[in-house]
């Protein structure tokens, strides 16, 4: 009764933004239920058999019985097209959701202590997110998974020492092998989703006890938690996004074909499929591999290959590891190390909105890449003309777009300044005797002043004298970190609120004395348990 009424009493943020999340919790909740239905028609068996189903042109064609299962399921189980084309745009939003959503937390800082394990477990979310849409694509064991498959081994076998072990162990043998659509199938539907359930429980129950993050108005402040209530304000529009989320997944498989396995064929190893492009999210990883040049070294009788190690698994491995280890950077870099409630405007952090915005800009131009061959023949280009193009703009788009950024944001700051000075534009232009023309403002609401000064703008850590080269190194990061911004005007009284607004808020303190042997400590999960067990005391129960 005490964790219900916890539940129904708990707060969540009405903000549009927020709801990228959701979409990306409901889509998997589409994810499940016709993965559940697809699994009953699935035959994962690499075994071959004569096809005499209901497709024509491919009858009497030698294929597998993955192949020829997923024909069935499109052709003759009733809905069974249907639920694939559901399935498989659920897991393209499923994708598309988490990744916005990591953009939209990371560009206002709600990473921020303490929620800094919430979001390596979102990165970590994203993770097995790929590793799922890419087992799941590769189980029809058409010519397009067969490429991906294709490339996958090639991967692995770029791995130094141990690549050729690894390659037996995935193909069970030489490619492709008989063991590898049923391992997939195994990871696709029983390791990985029980991970990602996992995970989104323990996401979910860090999203309940740390409270979520809110923008900045009257009433909020880094102390407070604003919103609407679980009951019944939250629970109506959370139900009605759901049967919204999954009624647009069934509309956009109904008019949208994808994924036509029909039209590809089953995969031979000796045939090259021109075209073959994967999905997006993989799609950054082909692109790196197209314009990586050809590169390999001998080392002690062993052939490294650069130009696949280096895009398929030491760049993802590098960006991934940026993902995870950035809050704790900023959390170096920070001089007050209190809690963050508040979500910052991108612009008042341009270092870090610059940095996310060159980010985007290198998976942009490695998405393009992967489809460099489609763009050659869709306009009549050279490919080798195109590579060239793209591999300098991955070297000389990202500083040019993180330079670009930072000056958009300090112009917008700029505009922040200008209205808090003079106030808005009204319109109304009146023409004096000397026949010269004045324009009209009106000073800004006391609303959006509070929005445009409750900014957190700390001053970065100055180094001592003598200090020792990591502080010397902190204090050089953290004065290219927050040096660039514009000061904002603001009375006496209102800087004195703002302040108080943006304080961090404060825990007891653990008392003096020898340690208690019970929970204790100021961590979150201690803090909801003292907090019940407070309320069972007082009513007695």
Known sequence: MEAGRELLRKVFPDHWSFLLGELALYSFVVLLLTGVFLTFFFVPNMNEVVYDGAYLPLRGVLVSEAYASTLDISFEVRGGLMIRQIHHWSALLFLSAIGVHLLRVFFTGAFRRPRELNWVIGVTLFNLALLEGFSGYSLPDDSLSGTGLRIAEGVLLSVPLVGTYLTFF???GQFPGHDVIPRLFTVHILLVPGLLL?????HLTLIVVLKHT???????????????????????????????VAGIMALSAFLAEVNPIWRYASYRPDVAAAGAQPDWYIGFIEGALRLMPAAETSLFGHTVSWNVLLPALVLPGLLFAVLYAYPFAERWLDPERGEQHLCDRPRNKPTRTGLGVAGITVYAVLLIAGGNDVIAFVFGLSVNAITVVLRAALILLPPAA???TRRLCLALQARDRDRL??????????????????GHRRPLPADERFVLLARAAPDPLPAPDLAPRSERARAAAGAWFYRDRVELPAAEGESEFIAGVLTSPAHPEAPAGPPPTGPTGAGPVRRLLRRLTRRRRRTGR
């Open 170 to 172: 995935t193909f069970g």
């Open 198 to 202: 996992a995970l989104v429980g323990a």
């Open 214 to 244: 809110h923008w900045a108005a009257p009433g909020r402040t880094n102390r407070n938690v604003v919103g609407m209530p679980f009951f019944p304000q939250f629970l109506t529009r959370t139900v009605g996004l759901t049967f919204a």
């Open 402 to 404: 993180f330079l670009l």
């Open 421 to 438: 000075l003079k106030g808005d534009e009204t319109g109304r232009i009146d023409q004096g005797h000397d026949g010269g023309f004045t």
